[in-house]
């Protein structure tokens, strides 16, 4: 079950990387892509940080594959409103939660393709 079939999708086809301070915290406003349509791409939460997104997918379609969402370390939180789908059509996509990282939403999927 993909709770983003029929939805439109606002993708960013870019790869970039961001560092902050320990404990930032971002908000997206809209849906959290890792990876949507792309291979080996990585989020990752650490050091107290905190995202916030309203949906989020780590590498959803076919040709997504080996894409990673690492939260860790004590108080990195990711954080989606409405739900986490972490694969399902393509290989390799993981949702790594460690050293006392934290996952926060209503339905976590983790699909096996």
Known sequence: MNPLAGQSR???KWRAQARARPGARWLVTSNLYVGDSGSFNRLVVSNGGFVVGRFGTV???SDASNNVAL???TDSVLSNATGL???S???GNELV???GGSVAATSVVLADP
């Open 71 to 73: 939260v860790t370390g």
């Open 59 to 61: 590498g959803v379609t």
């Open 89 to 91: 059509a393509g290989g």
């Open 85 to 87: 789908l972490v694969g």
């Open 97 to 99: 939660v460690t050293n």
């Open 10 to 12: 606002q993708t960013v």
